[in-house]
C-alpha cells in the first residue's frame, strides 16, 4: 500500500477526507500543508523541527501513534489551546497503520 486515506478537519471545520503517501516519508504537517488545509505560513512554520507548534492538532480517532519526544512534549507544555489528544502534526509520520486517522487542525494561536 502507497496510500492511506485521512480525515483532516480544517480550522473552519470542515472535514476533508485525503490520501496520504505512506512511500514518501511525508508527516501530517506536510500533508496539510501540500492539500493547503491551512493558509500559507500559519502550519509547519519551523519546517517540522518541533519547535513551532503551528502543526498543532487533535487526534479523533484511536490509532497508535509513537511516543512524544521530549522536543515535541515541551513544545505542546508552551502551547496555546492545547487539549489531552494534542500532537505536533510534523511527528506524525505517515504509515500504512495510520489508514483512517482522523484529525482536526488546533486553532491558530
Known amino acids: 500500500m502507497s496510500d492511506i486515506k485521512i480525515k483532516i478537519t ?6 476533508h477526507e485525503v490520501d496520504a503517501p ?8 506536510e500533508v496539510v500543508r501540500s492539500y ?3 493558509p500559507e ?3 509547519g512554520i519551523c519546517g517540522g523541527m518541533a519547535m513551532c507548534a503551528s502543526c498543532q492538532c487533535y487526534i479523533r480517532s484511536d490509532h497508535p501513534l509513537p511516543e512524544k519526544s521530549d522536543d515535541e512534549d515541551a513544545m505542546l507544555a508552551e502551547a496555546f489551546h492545547v487539549e489531552d489528544s494534542s500532537r505536533l502534526g510534523c511527528q506524525i509520520h505517515m504509515t500504512d497503520e495510520l489508514n483512517g ?6 486553532p491558530e494561536s
Open 41 to 43: 505560513g500559519t502550519v
Open 36 to 38: 493547503e488545509l491551512a
Open 22 to 29: 505512506t512511500d514518501m516519508n511525508m508527516n501530517l504537517m
Open 10 to 15: 480544517d480550522r473552519d471545520g470542515v472535514t
Open 101 to 106: 486517522l482522523e484529525v482536526e487542525l488546533a
